[in-house]
């Protein structure tokens, strides 16, 4: 591991900040990389998209303990952590690791009921009809007329990118605590399973029906875009406020750990492929563990 972590390094420096910028750029480009391989594997099949999901699913499961939970939980533990207190209760060990995993867990629950309310703001389509009908429909109105199809892909794309959004934090996070070689694996694992996540929203606008590959190759992208700046926004907060650390990792890995209970678990399991994708996931887990054991 010393020579990846130097290599690392050596590439972007010691400023953790930069580095969580560069880990936000490797995370999003496998979210590309994903985005772009509808170009070559023209026609992935239902089962082998949830097979892939699956092992996504099993590296951010593995990769939401052995990188976030229990390093934040150490964290907190060590004598010289300094803890917030209120009313003479210090806030340190599991304490701040769950209140930050609560959460996350919240704001992912409340992202579930605003989501359908998102895509007829970002749909092209809606705003050609609101021109056509000269702007007299309200939006409600739109929304229920839209293409059931195209609103699912808006909806699909949405929610991939609100759960790239706990990801990029969690890589930003790893390098502001200042530990290069958890951050790398973390950064590898959540990478790793960007790649089936962006070749999923690509096949989805594919099927539906919205024009050329390029297009749905940019879908992919701007599922992955959002996770540079909070991946610096998270290396930057906790560089500013060491005290944050185990706050912002229990955060991330419950907003992790939900969007795999709440979202690409039921998506893998709706097709008849369960056993493939159940297999897949506890590749994804050993995928990741040793990752964490070799890297680390």
Do not use: C
């Amino acid at each position: 591991m010393a020579s990846v972590e130097q290599a690392f390094v050596d590439l972007v420096g010691t400023n953790p900040v930069i580095q969580g910028l560069a880990g936000g750029v490797v995370i999003a480009g496998m979210n590309l990389l994903g985005a772009m391989l509808v170009l070559v594997w023209r026609n992935p099949t239902e089962r082998a998209l949830d097979g892939a999901l699956g092992v996504a699913a099993g590296v951010m499961l593995s990769a939401s303990f052995t990188s976030l939970l229990l390093p934040g939980i150490e964290f907190a533990s060590d004598p010289s952590y300094r803890p917030f207190a209120v009313g003479g209760f210090e806030f340190s060990g599991i304490v701040p690791v769950l209140v930050g995993f609560v959460l996350g867990v919240a704001l992912l629950d409340q992202a579930e009921h605003w989501v359908r309310y998102v895509g007829p703001l970002v749909s092209g389509r809606l705003s050609e009809r609101a021109e056509t009908d000269g702007g007299m429909k309200r939006a409600e109105e739109m929304a229920r007329d839209a293409d059931s199809r195209v609103l699912g892909v808006l909806l699909f794309t949405v929610a991939i990118t609100l759960h790239n959004m706990p990801e990029g934090l969690a890589v930003g996070v790893g390098f502001g605590s200042g530990d290069v070689s958890n951050a790398i694996a973390l950064m590898l694992a959540i990478g790793i399973q960007n790649i089936p996540e962006g070749l999923a929203v690509s096949v989805a606008a594919i099927n539906a029906g919205m024009g050329r590959r390029y297009y749905a190759a940019v879908a992919g992208i701007r599922a992955g875009a959002v996770e540079i700046p909070l991946a610096v926004l998270g290396a930057w907060a906790v560089v500013i406020a060491a005290p944050v650390l185990p706050y912002a990792m229990g955060f991330a890995a419950g907003g992790m750990l939900y969007v795999i209970g709440d979202e690409i678990i039921p998506e893998t399991h709706m097709h008849g492929h369960e056993r493939l994708a159940t297999l897949g996931m506890m590749a994804g887990a050993a995928v990741m563990l040793t990752l964490d054991v070799v890297l680390g």
